[in-house]
């Protein structure tokens, strides 16, 4: 996108586009003594007056599993997916982030190349005092790109540019520096957020992820419809929002043509763009049904690396560790949270299953004078749009599965593979007693 | 990524620059609409063609507009009068009740005709304007055409205040995406400053926004200018425009000079929400003429979605059904009207201080909009070489067509469906 000078030399930052340097030059560069405010230290120990951020994310590269093939046209035996550099096991080439939260630095530089799809998971209470680092690790596989990175809140209210994301009119991460964000939510709901750098490509590439804010009546019991209801969508003050479970489901998309010109050093055409895999939280049917990847109790959970833990018997998972299972027992209400950063409209369809929206944008259905939430089988949604849905789950005595799929059928379908695939993922209501209460979102933990 | 064509980055420099300057100069300068009826035209903001009487004449007429890489798109478009092209139409506001007659003459080389979607009751030459069909029943135009070097007259009762447009009924696949539509502004009978006939659909008349979403497929253009034949099957649109210009011309003022035939800008420029000095909100009139459902996301507010297709989002009760967007979806032909207004909800100056450090310039890259600080009036010095085109610390946000494949054109990143919110500072300021 925008040319910008580079604060090191064309040698210097050839030479940091070496993993194994970049720890070492990293450390150099950051004891630069600095003219202004103090240097934003990269370790998990920041100076005072900074507190330590709530979150931390690192932007860079990497590489995920998408199954089928992609064939490039004009050619015989050669492939857009699975891409032909993609390390063993893997197929397509990202951008992305992972959470570095707790990381020493050794670690956080060594998950270069090492970025996830959907991007991590998080959120924030309303009213909370929010502080979210971003540090650019760079791209291994493209020395030649300098590009910055930044995070956009998307949905966020009055926001300041200061901490927008919007390069234009705020400030961007460099490639070995860091930016801490500040957030003060005050409506609650379903957000996204992802790199507004380069957007076109760094959105597709892969830099989106879901952010929501809890309302502060959650902890407060509020009974609706015969059930006492703990946690909620929005502050309705009559539990009519309350739910047992909650899901967030980021719709996206892969054009494996733009995926293997980022690696390969090409340019697209996005004008062209056309979606060969439709993805839910970073994977496609059947893969939304394996397990997160790490555990059910700790998402964020890595290795001594600083390396994601793949799904039992999923290695290929390794860094789409986001689950779209859902489950839940007889006669819960569960929430989902749908975000579409795909490029294109979908419409989402439970079959058996009602669907009452009852938030858009962040916003509650509810005004003063009126009521307008709805009760619906279809939901129809667009680019970067978001939507709250409360499904009131069956009585059941036996486990019974229904789908959340797109409805636009040539979504549901990986490329050069019988059968189904894209955007859908299983809901499987279960006898009470089967699960056990759940704590963070996209879990289904056992008792 | 960072291989584009360092051209199209000077051009893209130059155009924010001179926009931004050129924003302004003082009204009745050299800002006036080339038509003399039309007076003096605000730099930003909707531009109004209006008569007492609410009679236009218009003429179908082919005619060149520029794409911001650079490219030449040639165009059938209404002009105002008999020779002044200019794409897209122009936006014709007119009071509700008001009788709207329309006289159209027709420069192209081609047979067309008028339609206007929400209307009812419109007459062609004093009929009814209806469906024609030739011998064998087959349908050959959606209202009665005008033959090349012809003329008719359309009229009707803008019976119901909105916003609405027009475009050709005649083989309007093509017509259409070459150029042939504009808006339509129905005025409420409570008063120009309403949108609806409702006292909460009030807004500030000098933040009143077009924002008409459309779409180019070059091929085509070349084909009917070379007048060859165009498979509509083989459509693919590769520009995406507001209110026929292409990011960065968005941002320049109305009438700009480098843009003889584009006059329309859309860039908004507001102050923060006061309850004293600013209490009324912007108004954004979204209006697809393209193909596609166009999600358009307006960084840092959502939009109360008040009215679709000139009609009030109300329920049975007369209640107000309005949802509160951040991409509102704009589909073709929709129109959707959308109050909006940015508040200060943190006050941050340099004495009340953003709870995070910023890091040393060396350390980041700034943006071109950026002022040198994060405080809303605040400027500070840039390093050395650094472009900025902030003025007085004033703010800036994007706002996009969030399918991202439809900010770029032609293989050009970000010279789409792109524009920006500038909010100065409360008054007084330090802005020039």
Known sequence: MLIRRSKLTRREFL???SGLMAGVLASRVFRRPLAKSGEIALAASPSAPSAVPDIHLAATDGWIYLPGQVPI???????????????????????????????????????KMHSQASAPLWWVNELQDYRLRLSN????MRPDLIDEHTVHWHGFRNAWPVFDGEPHSSLAVPIGRSLDLFYKPRDPGSYMYHCHFEETEHVHMGMTGMVFVRPAQDGNPYTHNGRTFTKFAYNDGDGSTGYDREFTITLTDVW???????????????????????????????DTLAPNGN???????????????PPPGRPELQWQPLSSLIEGESGERILIRLVNLSFFTHTMSTPGLKMRVVGKDATFLRSATADFTFETSHYIFGTGETADIIIQLPTVSTTTKYLLHNRDLRRLKNPGINGLGGHMTEIRVHPTGTLAPQTIPNTNPRP | MRLTNHLNQLRRVLVLGIALVMMFIPMGGALTAPDDHAGPAPSVGLVCETDPNATFTLSALPGYISMADGNTIFMWSYGVGRDDFQFPGPVLCVNEGQTVTIVLHNDLPVPTSMVFPGQVGVMANGVPSAAQFDGSGKLTSLAQTVAPGGSITYSFVASRPGT???QSGTNPGIQVQMGLHGALVVRPALGANFAYNDPETEFDPEDEYLMMLGEIDPLLHQAIERGETFDMRNYKARYFLINGRTFPDTLAPNYASWLPTQPYGSLAHIYPYDPVTNPLPALSR???????IYPFHPHAFNSDIIGRDGFPVKGPGGENLWEEKFSIPIGPVQTTDALWSWRDTENWSDTNPVPI???????????LFWGGTPYLGNTDTLPTGTTTFNQCGEFYHIAHNHALQQITGWGVVLIGQVTFTRIDPPLPNNCP
């Open chain 1, 15 to 17: 030479k940091w586009s």
């Open chain 1, 73 to 111: 046209p004009g050619t015989s035996g050669q492939y857009y997916n699975p891409d032909p550099w993609a390390p063993d096991g893997l197929t397509t080439y990202m951008f992305g982030f992972r959470n570095v939260t707790g990381m020493t630095t050794q670690q956080m530089f060594s998950q």
């Open chain 1, 137 to 140: 690790l760079g791209l291994q």
């Open chain 1, 256 to 286: 494996a043509e733009a995926h293997w010109d980022d690696a390969h050093v090409q340019l697209p055409d996005w004008t062209s763009f056309r979606a060969d895999y439709n993805l839910m939280n970073g994977r496609v049917y059947p």
């Open chain 1, 295 to 309: 555990s059910e109790t700790n998402p964020w959970a890595y290795d001594a690396n600083g390396y994601l833990i």
């Open chain 2, 164 to 166: 609405f447009l027009y």
């Open chain 2, 286 to 292: 979204y209006i697809g003429v393209g193909t596609e």
């Open chain 2, 357 to 367: 450090d910023i890091p040393s310039d060396q350390n980041l890259t700034f943006g």
